[in-house]
């Protein structure tokens, strides 16, 4: 009876820790999930950018381009002055 018990109870705790190295083995394979993550980040970076960067005639490539032809003016016409 004893010897029964304690085979029983051995099965029960290898199922037990068999089942907890597969749960855990399930969690930490997270390679899929983390790809899906950092694309899912690359799709919304790349749509900020296109808008920022999408067309001549965006606000703030104008605001740029405006301040960059200022600085340019503002060197040539410093280099004129006697």
Not at 48 to 72: P, Q, R, V, Y
Request: charge should be positive; aromatic fraction near 4%; avoid cysteine.
């Amino acid at each position: 009876m004893i010897n029964q018990l304690n085979s029983l109870s051995l099965k029960a705790q290898i199922a037990v820790k068999e089942g907890t190295h597969r749960a855990i083995n399930a969690l930490s394979k997270e390679d899929g999930v983390t790809a899906i993550e950092y694309a899912v980040i690359a799709v919304a970076i790349s749509t900020m950018l296109l808008g920022l960067f999408g067309s001549k005639d965006a606000s703030f490539l104008k605001a740029i381009t405006d301040k960059f032809e200022l600085l340019g003016n503002n060197i040539t016409n410093a280099n004129k002055a006697p």
